[in-house]
């Protein structure tokens, strides 16, 4: 096991200017743990920073999306787990030289392994859907794009999802993959209204169900959304379901007979209902509910522990 702590800097125009922290590293061949701390970051409270690992190629840094950190205020304390699945093909694990983190309005903050600047601002994103790098910067833009285009297409997306034939799933995931399908933009001001209304029906269809509810649960790992029909693959990288899969590193498959959902573990308060409805994950379900057994790191001992649930298509047999 290799233990070593390195500092967490800002950067501007390509340049360390103060540090606010250090990240404590615990490695071995199969698995990393980062120990986050973040100090004087000076952010708004509501604002959350990406969490990238990187790699250095041909000089260049390659940038690994690994989910997002709400930022509270007034300082950062986050634990990543990754191993070789996590950092887009396992030969990168061994490659990793850092982390960044990024806030909405481009500001970076950085450790790297062996304490030398990075160039940050050149860091380039890999994307296996690609299969090439795409610039870290730009991503905020395809957002916005995604956004509009999802509106232009919402008539056809709800006319996809009542056909069922295989030919239609892989015609529906092309067109998603084409318009971003997932909407990534902040949720709504009036959104906590609702999230309050999906709460009170999700309790009394959980006392409808009752405790002997015939609840299929299937506990699975990222990779395994490709288990379902195509149209569903882009929620491998949907940064709520990131979130909680980094921080509990396990998702669910509950299949009731009739629908099947796609469950994200977390932790209910009001904020986190905001996020995960803004997402696409409006009902929470609570652990208790799933007679699931988890391990220490798969769960929380918070009370209302579970998870924020949508309905995904099940796979055509």
């Given amino acids: 096991m290799r233990r070593f702590i390195r500092y967490l800097y800002e950067y501007e125009q390509g340049k360390r200017i103060r540090n606010v922290g250090f990240v404590n590293v615990e490695q071995d061949d199969m698995e990393s743990t980062l120990h986050i701390h973040g100090k004087g970051l000076r952010l708004a409270g509501g604002d959350a920073l990406e969490l990238y690992l990187f ?3 041909d000089g260049r840094l390659i940038g690994i999306l690994q989910g997002e950190i709400a930022y509270m205020g007034p300082s950062v304390n986050y634990r990543l787990k ?5 950092t887009g093909t396992p030969e990168n694990f061994e490659r ?4 960044l983190l990024k806030n909405r309005s481009n500001r970076k903050f950085a450790a790297v392994w062996d304490d030398a600047p990075a160039d940050v601002d050149n860091m380039r994103l890999w994307t296996e859907q690609r299969g ?7 991503v905020d833009e395809e957002d916005r794009d995604v956004q509009t285009d999802s509106e232009n297409t919402g008539k056809e997306q709800s006319a996809m999802e009542e056909e069922r034939t295989s030919e239609e799933d892989w015609e529906a995931g092309k067109q998603e ?3 971003g399908g997932e909407r990534l933009a902040e949720a709504p001001e009036n959104i906590l209204d609702e999230v309050e209304e999906t709460d009170a029906d999700v309790e009394v269809q959980q006392e409808e169900r009752g405790e002997d509810c015939p609840w299929k649960i299937t506990k699975i790992q990222r990779a395994e959304i490709s288990m379902l029909p195509r149209c569903e693959w882009r929620l491998a990288n949907n940064h709520f379901l990131l979130h909680g899969y980094y921080n509990y ?5 509950l299949d009731d007979g009739k629908v099947l959902r796609l469950g994200v573990p977390g932790i209910y308060h009001e904020k986190e209902a905001r996020a995960a409805s803004g997402f696409g994950f409006p009902e929470f379900i609570s652990a208790d509910k799933t007679r699931l057994s988890l391990s220490a790191a798969e769960c929380s001992e918070e009370e209302r522990f579970g998870y924020w649930c949508r309905q995904v298509r099940k796979p055509v047999r």
């Avoid at 990754?82 to 996590?86: F, L, M, N, P, V």
């Avoid at 590193?249 to 498959?253: A, C, G, M, Q």
């Fill in 55 to 57: 790699y250095e190629e």
């Fill in 82 to 86: 990754y191993t070789g699945e996590d």
């Fill in 96 to 99: 990793i030289r850092g982390i």
């Fill in 132 to 138: 090439a790098e795409l610039s870290v910067d730009a």
């Fill in 177 to 179: 993959s084409a318009s």
């Fill in 249 to 253: 590193r396990h998702l669910v498959l």
